[in-house]
């Protein structure tokens, strides 16, 4: 077998253990999310177990990574593949860690679910996992637009995050009763907010894996930005009325 036809069948290799683990962590956010907005705690304890698994994927991924530096001295567009797949590896390994962290939260907010529901997160998940979603069809596909999209989507995320805590801070500092539920809806509202910046840092990695353009610190330019999609998003997570 030629060192190309090798290097080829590795890297195939190494696409399939990134969307594995991708489709593991898209898992883990839709438990955590459920476990958080129905109050179940052995969801939420499964959730937690669960992220050992995708720590161990995350070694195995590098350590492929590694193996075909070290075999193959790729270059060029293969070299940037490479180096983008390390640095989605341990993106999608710290969106595990935050729903992780949303189900920890949950433990916390069982006997809360009308409080959560007056917030905005479950509208900051949905976006989120959106994503999350289109950032790992964009790295499979090489698909550059698809993943501007998800860069542009996240500011929305954000101001989703900032409506949601000066609401909350409100709250409290109008004494309001359930004062350490607010600080746990808090927590699960910047872990939902670090799941998007998450996404997009894949997004941008996937930019730079096609183009060679490095987005980070400087975002999209106005002429490059791709129109958001306006249309309504199929709720993940529905809030209960």
Do not use: Y
């Not at 805590?165 to 809806?185: K, N, P, S, T």
């Not at 490095?214 to 997570?237: A, I, N, Q, V, Y």
Request: charged share 30%.
């Amino acid at each position: 077998m030629s060192n190309r036809s090798s290097l080829d069948q590795e890297l195939a290799s190494l696409r399939g253990l990134i969307a594995d683990m991708a489709n593991r962590v898209d898992e883990q956010f839709a438990d955590a999310m459920n476990a958080l907005l129905q109050g179940d705690v052995q969801l939420a304890e499964q959730v937690v177990a669960n992220d050992d698994v995708i720590d161990a994927l995350e070694l195995r991924i590098d350590e492929q990574c590694e193996r075909i530096l070290a075999l193959h001295s790729p270059v060029a567009v293969d070299l940037r593949m490479l180096i983008m797949a390390v640095k989605i590896n341990t993106d999608f390994e710290r969106i595990g860690d935050h729903c992780r962290n949303l189900s920890r939260n949950a433990r916390h907010l069982v006997d809360a679910p009308g409080l959560l529901n007056e917030t905005r997160l479950p509208k900051m998940a949905d976006m989120s996992r959106t994503m999350l979603r289109e950032a790992e069809m964009a790295f499979l596909e090489e698909d550059r637009l698809k993943a501007r999209k998800v860069i542009a989507r996240d500011l929305q995320v954000n101001r989703l995050h900032d409506e949601t805590f000066e609401a909350l801070v409100g709250m409290c500092e109008d004494g309001h009763e359930q004062a350490e539920v607010i600080a746990h809806l808090l927590t699960a509202s910047k872990s939902l907010e670090r799941i998007s910046d998450h996404a997009k840092n894949v997004a941008q990695s996937v930019v730079f894996m096609v183009e060679g353009r490095d987005l980070r610190h400087r975002g999209l330019k106005d002429d490059e930005e791709p129109p958001l999609d306006e249309s309504p998003m199929k709720e993940s997570f529905p809030q209960e009325t």
